[in-house]
């Protein structure tokens, strides 16, 4: 069978990060609690890290690093966002997860959040020690990440970490409220006296993404700052005025553009998170409390496997 380009390219690349250490992490750790399956972090937990960042590629015959590009968004999002969820979800037990987790966000900090001219925190790409002031929308589910984490923040850091999830909410708000359609770009920049503002074609899609809405539902969850209400219904009104067709809801091929040209398509990650994540924004905090549950990469709800669960479950053996 033909493998697609792209596909082939990466793989040629190396391992993807959020791929192979991201995206089924928190599944194995479900069937861990069953089968005892050896935690997929404790392989990278060993390996020299630049500049405490986790680059994207990791070559499967060396066991060594691929390329040095790092970003929190497109190839490595799933694998920091699991870092903290695998300490959530062991019922913050798995120190070693939760240590990765708080290390990596004093590294993207460090190396990667910056703040614009115009007062927009935003988490560029660092290719090989250059940064690239670019922010996919993608990486807009890490104002989410950084609030869902910061109660235990070290250093006493609560604050800093939700007000971190804060500005960078304001930011992926910003890049929705700065288009025709009050729809995000698939990527927004921060150089040439731009900001928060896609500026290369093949950047000003919108796919019925997720991320942004995400952030908003935990930004509630944690502040009950009505504003991240009025942000949700803003972007339903625009998927409503926008994206609805007869047959469903479809894509943007150009948010900046004031005619509408759908791409034709409704991306199943639309239904699983993009609506899901807005039903939760506007629920009650006691459907799928965070104490109890916790999201995968794709929103669908796993338990948090509580230590007095297993004491139950020994003694009805």
Same mark, same amino acid.
């Given at each position: 069978?033909?493998?697609?380009?792209?596909?082939?390219?990466?793989?040629?690349?190396?391992?993807?990060?959020?791929?192979?250490?991201?995206?089924?992490?928190?599944?194995?750790?479900?069937?861990?609690?069953?089968?005892?399956?050896?935690?997929?972090?404790?392989?990278?937990?060993?390996?020299?890290?630049? &500049?405490?960042?986790?680059?994207?590629?990791?070559?499967?015959?060396?066991?060594?690093?691929?390329?040095?590009?790092?970003?929190?968004?497109?190839?490595?999002?799933? =694998?920091?966002?699991?870092?903290?969820?695998?300490?959530?979800?062991?019922?913050?037990?798995?120190?070693?997860?939760?240590?990765?987790?708080?290390?990596?966000?004093?590294?993207?900090?460090?190396?990667?959040?910056?703040?614009?001219?115009? /007062?927009?925190?935003?988490?560029? &790409?660092?290719?090989?020690?250059?940064?690239?002031?670019?922010?996919?929308?993608?990486?807009?589910?890490?104002?989410?990440? =950084?609030?869902?984490?910061?109660?235990?923040?070290?250093?006493?850091?609560?604050?800093?970490?939700?007000?971190?999830?804060?500005?960078?909410?304001?930011?992926?708000?910003?890049?929705?409220?700065?288009?025709?359609?009050?729809? /995000?770009?698939?990527?927004?920049?921060?150089?040439? /006296?731009?900001?928060?503002?896609?500026?290369?074609?093949?950047?000003?899609?919108?796919?019925?993404?997720?991320?942004?809405?995400?952030?908003?539902?935990?930004?509630?969850?944690?502040?009950?700052?009505?504003?991240?209400?009025?942000?949700?219904?803003?972007?339903?009104?625009?998927?409503?005025?926008?994206?609805?067709?007869?047959?469903?809801?479809?894509?943007?091929?150009?948010?900046?553009?004031?005619?509408?040209?759908?791409?034709?398509?409704?991306?199943?990650?639309?239904?699983?998170?993009?609506?899901?994540?807005?039903?939760?924004?506007?629920?009650?905090?006691?459907?799928?409390?965070?104490?109890?549950?916790? =999201?995968?990469?794709?929103?669908?709800?796993?338990?948090?496997?509580?230590?007095?669960?297993?004491?139950? &479950?020994?003694?009805?053996?």
């Amino acid at each position: 069978q033909t493998m697609n380009p792209q596909r082939a390219y990466n793989l040629m690349l190396g391992i993807i990060l959020a791929e192979m250490f991201g995206t089924l992490h928190l599944e194995f750790i479900h069937l861990s609690h069953l089968s005892e399956t050896q935690c997929l972090l404790k392989v990278l937990n060993r390996l020299d890290k630049p &500049e405490g960042l986790y680059p994207n590629y990791l070559n499967p015959s060396s066991g060594q690093w691929g390329q040095h590009h790092v970003s929190v968004g497109g190839l490595g999002d799933s =694998f920091y966002e699991y870092l903290l969820k695998a300490w959530l979800m062991s019922d913050k037990t798995d120190e070693e997860g939760k240590k990765m987790y708080y290390d990596a966000v004093q590294s993207i900090e460090t190396h990667l959040i910056r703040k614009s001219s115009g /007062g927009l925190t935003y988490i560029a &790409e660092w290719k090989g020690g250059l940064l690239e002031h670019k922010m996919g929308h993608l990486t807009c589910f890490a104002g989410g990440m =950084f609030a869902l984490g910061a109660d235990g923040a070290p250093n006493d850091k609560t604050g800093h970490h939700i007000e971190l999830g804060a500005e960078i909410a304001r930011t992926c708000h910003e890049s929705y409220d700065r288009t025709s359609m009050k729809l /995000g770009p698939e990527a927004f920049r921060f150089d040439g /006296g731009v900001e928060a503002i896609a500026t290369r074609q093949n950047e000003k899609y919108y796919i019925l993404r997720p991320e942004v809405i995400e952030t908003y539902m935990y930004m509630w969850r944690f502040t009950h700052d009505p504003k991240y209400r009025q942000w949700g219904w803003e972007a339903v009104e625009a998927l409503e005025q926008h994206c609805r067709v007869d047959g469903g809801y479809s894509g943007i091929r150009d948010v900046y553009s004031n005619h509408q040209s759908h791409d034709d398509v409704q991306q199943s990650f639309f239904l699983s998170e993009t609506l899901k994540y807005l039903y939760l924004l506007f629920s009650e905090d006691d459907l799928l409390p965070f104490e109890h549950w916790i =999201f995968n990469t794709e929103a669908h709800p796993l338990p948090v496997l509580h230590r007095d669960d297993g004491k139950k &479950e020994e003694k009805h053996k």
